[in-house]
């Protein structure tokens, strides 16, 4: 099963990497760029057939392993 | 209008931060994840509201600024 997992900083958290691609773009000419927020994937191959199985296993690999619960967020794509 | 980029190590290329991600989670009992790569995510606002030359902007930025082509590829993603 494939499987990707993103991790992004909460909305609430700054982001000055995002901000300065912002910066550059706009600078660059890039006028319609409104906001940029950088964030991790992480493309993830498991072996585990049961669907359900898989997601609580990579809900705590994302959890205690891939975001700092305190300033990020995740979601999980399994892919079928 | 809403994007998001992912941009991610060509399939040659070697990614020894998903290796040292995989390792750990083995390692850390998790013996069911086979392959972890790991990439980069970006999420964009942009003031275009025709569908096509949004998209046009965003693979320029997603080739000259965002990615190295020579070893990385991207997808960009329009959320409607």
Chains 1, 2 share one sequence.
Do not use: C, W
């Not at 992004?8 to 940029?36: A, C, F, R, W």
């Not at 992480?42 to 609580?56: A, L, M, T």
């Amino acid at each position: 099963m494939k499987a990707k997992i993103i991790v992004n900083l909460k909305e609430i958290v700054l982001d000055p990497q995002g901000e300065t691609i912002l910066h550059s773009l706009n600078e660059m000419g890039y006028d319609e760029i409104k906001k940029v927020r950088q964030g991790k994937i992480f493309f993830i191959e498991i072996d585990e057939s049961d669907e359900e199985k898989g997601r609580k296993k990579l809900e705590e690999i994302a959890h205690k392993v891939l975001s700092n619960p305190v300033i990020e967020t995740y979601t999980i794509e399994i892919e079928k």
